[in-house]
């Protein structure tokens, strides 16, 4: 929890009642390498902040499983189309490593901004910054070769070159295992 609240505190003063209230409302949770905490088909009714850990997105296209996205420790994570609109979720986010998380429900957080609006505050600039991270990697993605995605990738993100799957890392940048193999060699 205490992660959490300092992750918080990096973008918006934390009052006292705010900080209170998450404590009440979240639950610090472990869960093991392999677990999902979303899966296509179920709605998405929980928030989760990574404490410790590294978590995929992914999805089935074709029976084949593609790496949509990984995240690090110091992430908010879901499957974002399935809790924001409260349909099914269309992939998955396994957990590649035993991880800690805050687990809060979309009511709860809904009831916290309600309560304490500076976590409004906190959401639009989590929502900013995670939006021009994705709008800089993605930006000319697709006409990119395969070297300068992974030249984006450690730019981006250089931690997840340490932490995640290499296989996980080839499907999220659209090449084979072998390819990226043959960059990072050289």
């Known amino acids: 929890m205490e992660e959490f609240l300092a992750f918080i505190r990096n973008y918006i003063e934390l009052s006292l009642e705010a900080e209170a209230t998450i404590r009440s409302?979240?639950?610090?949770?472990?869960?093991?390498?392999?677990?999902?905490?979303?899966?296509?088909?179920?709605?998405?009714?929980h928030m989760y902040f990574l404490a410790s850990g590294v978590a995929r997105t992914y999805l089935y296209l074709n029976g084949k499983d593609i790496t949509h996205w990984i995240s690090l420790e110091d992430s908010l994570i879901t499957s974002w189309y399935s809790y924001v609109q409260e349909?099914?979720?269309?992939?998955?986010?396994?957990?590649?490593?035993?991880?800690?998380?805050?687990q809060i429900s979309k009511q709860d957080w809904e009831?916290?901004?309600?309560?304490?609006?500076?976590?409004?505050?906190?959401?639009?600039?989590?929502?900013?910054?995670?939006?021009s991270v994705i709008d800089e990697f993605y930006k000319g993605?697709?006409?990119?070769?395969?070297?300068q995605k992974y030249e984006l990738l450690i730019s981006a993100?250089?931690?997840i070159i340490q932490r995640a799957n290499l296989g996980h890392i080839a499907s999220m940048l659209g090449?084979?295992?072998?390819?990226l193999s043959r960059i990072r060699g050289k």
Do not use: C, N, W
């Not at 349909?87 to 805050?102: F, G, N, Q």
């Not at 090449?175 to 390819?179: C, D, P, S």
């Open 25 to 45: 409302v979240g639950k610090e949770i472990s869960k093991k390498k392999g677990e999902l905490i979303a899966e296509e088909g179920k709605t998405s009714k």
């Open 87 to 102: 349909k099914p979720a269309s992939e998955y986010v396994e957990l590649t490593e035993d991880s800690r998380l805050v």
């Open 141 to 147: 993605y697709y006409f990119l070769t395969a070297k």
């Open 111 to 131: 009831i916290l901004y309600q309560q304490h609006p500076e976590l409004e505050r906190f959401s639009r600039l989590i929502l900013e910054q995670e939006m």
């Open 157 to 159: 993100a250089p931690q």
């Open 175 to 179: 090449i084979t295992q072998e390819t």
